[in-house]
């Protein structure tokens, strides 16, 4: 794993709205999206800051689909609860082991996140999916025509994080591995070939034989949300030295604060994540100067030893 962070992570909803505002039109323009986004955030109540407006929670109608699509697997939503869905896309026919899983649940939730692990009834064909998309984190998660632009349910973007579950390349030097063409393009000492990539409101990650490193694998990308990689020694949980299966508790603190970022808001979660910014060179846009965050994620490399 790479331990590039210098100063923790404090992406504060109410500053990431701000800053929303003050550029929008100035991101809309290089990236096509819709200016007219942030301008929703005015209106938006969420009194328990989950980041699922409390209209949306109180829905009788909202509640009840989200129960036709994923049944007894979700159990409602509340608006007085902090919430995180994780929507789980599985293609071909791997899934997440269930020790993994209840130990994913169980740690949100002994940290102030009620987690609702949602495994999509729906799997993805593993040849289509290889055939359209291939391994590739850009075609997987952010370009126009990526399986999560395409297969995603738009209801379902702005409320819960995506998790892509995928086999990876299969025997060879890259095997169970995915390609990101931002890492490989911005980070001079890595090959592109990763373990999982985040991208603010979802993440896919390659499929794990090990319980623990599947775990590890899948806390750091789901934490990712709101938290870059730390390369402080102390921190032995998945952002640090990938002791535990665990975050510190000011990791937790920043989680619960930041759950805002599973919104998909057209797509500028995306740019306004930290970790991307480092990556992907600001001024290669010609944005303004002070927007480059210095976390420096450059990709997720979480070790298999
Ligand atoms: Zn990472």
């Given at each position: 794993?790479?331990?590039?962070?210098?100063?923790?992570?404090?992406?504060?909803?109410?500053?990431?709205?701000?800053?929303?505002?003050?550029?929008?039109?100035?991101?809309?323009?290089?990236?096509?999206?819709?200016?007219?986004?942030?301008?929703?955030?005015?209106?938006?109540?969420?009194?328990?800051?989950?980041?699922?407006?409390?209209?949306?929670?109180?829905?009788?109608?909202?509640?009840?689909?989200?129960?036709?699509?994923?049944?007894?697997?979700?159990?409602?939503?509340?608006?007085?609860?902090?919430?995180?869905?994780?929507?789980?896309?599985?293609?071909?026919?791997?899934?997440?082991?269930?020790?993994?899983?209840?130990?994913?649940?169980?740690?949100?939730?002994?940290?102030?996140?009620?987690?609702?692990?949602?495994?999509?009834?729906?799997?993805?064909?593993?040849?289509?999916?290889?055939?359209?998309?291939?391994?590739?984190?850009?075609?997987?998660?952010?370009?126009?025509r990526?399986?999560?632009?395409?297969?995603?349910?738009?209801?379902?973007?702005?409320?819960?994080?995506?998790?892509?579950?995928?086999?990876?390349?299969?025997?060879?030097?890259?095997?169970?591995?995915?390609?990101?063409?931002?890492?490989?393009?911005h980070?001079?000492?890595?090959?592109?070939?990763?373990?999982?990539?985040?991208?603010?409101?979802?993440?896919?990650?390659?499929?794990?034989?090990?319980?623990?490193?599947?775990?590890?694998?899948?806390?750091?990308?789901?934490?990712?949300?709101?938290?870059?990689?730390s390369?402080?020694?102390?921190?032995?949980?998945?952002?640090?030295?990938?002791?535990?299966?665990?975050?510190?508790?000011?990791?937790?603190?920043?989680?619960?604060?930041?759950?805002?970022?599973?919104?998909?808001?057209?797509?500028?979660?995306?740019?306004?994540?930290?970790?991307?910014?480092?990556?992907l060179?600001?001024a290669?846009?010609?944005?303004?100067?002070?927007?480059?965050?210095?976390?420096?994620?450059?990709?997720?490399?979480?070790?298999?030893a």
């Amino acid at each position: 794993m790479r331990n590039t962070d210098t100063s923790g992570s404090s992406t504060e909803p109410s500053t990431r709205r701000s800053v929303l505002k003050r550029l929008g039109g100035l991101l809309a323009a290089p990236f096509g999206i819709g200016a007219s986004a942030y301008g929703l955030d005015r209106s938006y109540q969420d009194a328990d800051g989950d980041g699922i407006p409390d209209s949306l929670e109180r829905s009788r109608e909202f509640n009840g689909w989200l129960h036709s699509v994923f049944g007894e697997q979700f159990s409602g939503l509340d608006p007085t609860r902090r919430d995180l869905l994780v929507d789980v896309r599985y293609v071909g026919e791997w899934s997440v082991s269930d020790p993994t899983r209840e130990r994913i649940v169980e740690l949100f939730r002994t940290n102030g996140i009620h987690l609702q692990w949602l495994e999509h009834p729906q799997r993805v064909d593993r040849e289509t999916f290889e055939r359209e998309y291939g391994y590739n984190a850009k075609r997987i998660l952010w370009s126009p025509r990526s399986f999560y632009r395409q297969a995603i349910e738009p209801r379902l973007k702005n409320v819960a994080f995506q998790l892509i579950v995928v086999p990876g390349f299969a025997d060879g030097p890259h095997e169970r591995r995915l390609y990101s063409p931002a890492t490989a393009a911005h980070n001079s000492d890595s090959t592109g070939y990763v373990n999982g990539v985040n991208t603010g409101n979802r993440a896919v990650v390659a499929s794990r034989y090990s319980h623990e490193i599947e775990a590890k694998l899948i806390l750091h990308e789901i934490a990712h949300y709101a938290l870059c990689h730390s390369r402080d020694p102390a921190n032995t949980g998945v952002m640090g030295t990938n002791k535990e299966i665990d975050l510190m508790d000011d990791e937790w603190a920043t989680l619960r604060g930041g759950l805002g970022a599973i919104r998909d808001t057209t797509g500028v979660d995306v740019l306004l994540r930290r970790c991307l910014w480092d990556e992907l060179q600001p001024a290669q846009f010609r944005l303004p100067p002070g927007l480059a965050a210095h976390v420096g994620c450059s990709g997720c490399q979480a070790e298999d030893a």
